[in-house]
């Protein structure tokens, strides 16, 4: 998906001036097209949310509700709405500097774990003693839950925040390494056969065959990855404490603000799903349609 | 002492239970210049002798010379033809040829000499005008094209092909045909091609080696096809020579080394 310029020559001067009133008479020739096309893709998940918000409504207004309905939920939290950036000190802050600081988090995890993840998989993609050695191991690891790491980090680092980033670390690495791996595995013979011929040197190889050959897998990896970091993080956050969306939402329980862990909610959920983007228009980006299907 | 030969060549495979021979005793002599195809049924272990020509496979016993040395590993001076192109889907046209050339002339040539040699060998090839396109956006025959063009401009000692044009429709493959021979008459390179064509062995060929059957493959016939050159294809359909030589070939497979799954 290589974005391609608009490469239509303007003439200069006051040549300019009828080709752009041709470019604009052009252009709003299409706009029922393009409004069709706009309507096509925003309007049914809006009719779908709209619905969904009036159940809620409905659900939550109706008498022996536990939980608020959407208008209560904005109007109790306007403020936190409107004012995403304010700092009270300690842990009463914007929304904002809660959301960054677990992205912060994430961040720095996250990058481990692709660093780590990739050399792993290139390790155990390569070498078919390595994968023998190490592949069972990993599967057992993987399927150990984010959170049950956590004791052990907490008891190695002795601090919050390293534990956090070690629990985000060690929930996205196995996607990483596994997704890499089978990339490296799946290279057709014939590229490595046309690497023999020509004799690339093994650094050679590995940037100029291996890398883009796997480029798509490792994106897959990625993807899940950062997915699971952010769904690991709240989770290590609630539990660790300090700054953080997570705690957040865990000191608004503690304080029976039910408005407040909703608000959080929406927020967690649209941070998770652009970083989600972030990674797939990066891979799209990186590989764009070359990429080895 | 000929420009290539090959020395009572044998490969044996192993399997878990038992060994498995491919091919016994290849004994076969090539001059330089000369266009030899090998021709054999599905199986009999042709492309294994151009894979240990070509260094992709050790051959178990007996051994290769190629201009006096002993070929062991894989190398530009044994440039291979790949019968799906073995283009890298990243690289465009250009790129695809040019990293041949920067890996094997990186220190004879220089970097203009470099992209005027990958342009020049594209032309050679009539892919000139898709430099820039990427192998995904051109045509099977287009690709084969560059395939043969990344080959030819590792300027290789002996080009090896492996059944090039089989996986193309006729009209494609008859361009490409006509390409190669034009090709051939104006470098005379040194070309062992894999085939299954009868019809494509004999108008390439200066030679055409027969193969027996699968296991212990080995040599059952040679055939020298001497049809004077340049070749047309539309002369020769008449040539009495091109259906004596066609017919010696369908007769060595048909007849005398019968495939048994053919039957």
């Known amino acids: 998906m290589t974005v391609t310029a608009n490469t239509e020559d303007r003439p200069a001067g006051t040549a300019a001036v009828p080709a752009i009133g041709r470019l604009l008479s052009g252009f709003v020739a299409t706009l029922p097209e393009r409004g069709r096309a706009l309507a096509h893709t925003t309007v049914p998940p809006l009719v779908a949310l709209a619905l969904l918000v009036g159940v809620w409504q409905f659900l939550c207004t109706l008498p022996g509700a536990a939980l608020p309905p959407p208008t209560k939920v904005v109007a109790d939290t306007w403020e936190l709405i409107a004012n995403p950036f304010f700092d009270h000190g300690g842990t009463d802050k914007g929304l904002f500097w809660h959301l960054a600081a677990s992205l912060q988090r994430v961040a720095v995890g996250f990058a481990l774990a692709a660093v780590g993840g990739v050399l792993l998989g290139v390790l155990i993609g390569q070498s078919s003693l390595a994968y023998r050695g190490l592949d069972p191991i990993f599967q057992v690891l993987r399927t150990v839950p984010p959170l049950a790491w956590l004791p052990i980090s907490l008891a190695a680092f002795r601090n919050a925040d390293p534990s956090a980033i070690f629990v985000i670390f060690i929930t996205a690495v196995w996607p990483i390494i596994l997704n890499t791996a089978v990339g490296i595995r799946q290279i057709p013979q014939d590229y490595r056969n046309v690497a023999r011929v020509i004799r690339l040197s093994g650094p050679e190889y590995f940037f100029k065959i291996m890398l883009p050959a796997t480029v798509p897998y490792m994106f897959t990896g990625l993807r899940i990855g950062i997915g699971l970091s952010w769904l690991a993080i709240i989770a290590a956050e609630m539990l660790i404490g300090g700054v953080g969306i997570g705690f957040f939402i865990w000191d608004a329980w503690n304080s029976s603000l039910m408005s407040e862990i909703i608000l959080a909610l929406v927020y967690v959920g649209v941070v998770g799903f652009i970083l989600d983007r972030l990674i797939g228009l990066i891979a799209a980006r990186v590989s764009g349609p070359r990429g080895r299907a | ?263």
Not at chain 2, 80 to 87: A, D, E, G, M
Not at chain 2, 105 to 117: I, L, M, N, P, S
Not at chain 2, 153 to 180: C, I, N, W, Y
């Open chain 2, 1 to 263: 002492m000929a420009y290539l030969s090959l020395e009572n060549v044998g490969m044996e495979f192993k399997t878990s239970k038992a060994r498995f021979t491919a091919l016994q005793d290849v004994n076969l002599k090539i001059e330089r210049g000369e266009f030899l195809s090998i021709i054999g049924h599905s199986g009999c272990g042709k492309s294994t002798v151009l894979n240990i020509v070509g260094g992709l496979l050790t051959c178990t016993s007996g051994g290769v010379l190629l201009d006096g040395q002993e070929v062991n590993d894989p190398g530009p001076d044994r440039a291979i033809v790949f019968q799906n192109h073995s283009l890298l889907p990243w690289l465009t046209v250009y790129d695809n040829v040019r990293l041949a050339v920067d890996k094997v002339f990186g220190r004879a040539k220089t970097k203009q000499e470099r992209h005027d040699w990958t342009l020049h060998n594209l032309s050679l090839v009539h892919m000139d005008h898709a430099i820039r396109k990427f192998p995904e956006e051109i045509s099977g025959g287009m690709k084969q094209r560059v395939g043969i063009a990344r080959a030819l401009a590792m300027e290789p000692k002996v080009l090896l092909m492996d059944e090039p044009f089989g996986a193309l429709d006729a009209l494609t493959r008859a361009h490409l045909q006509d390409s190669l021979m034009e090709i051939h008459t104006t470098l005379g390179n040194t070309v062992i091609m894999i085939t299954h064509d009868v019809d494509e062995a004999v108008l390439l060929s200066d030679r055409i080696v027969m193969m027996t059957n699968g296991p212990a493959a080995t040599i059952g016939e040679i055939l020298s096809v001497p049809l004077p050159r340049p070749r047309r294809r539309l002369e020769l359909t008449e040539d009495p020579t091109y259906t004596h030589c066609r017919g010696e070939v369908i007769r060595f497979l048909y007849e005398r080394h019968r495939h048994a799954d053919a039957a």
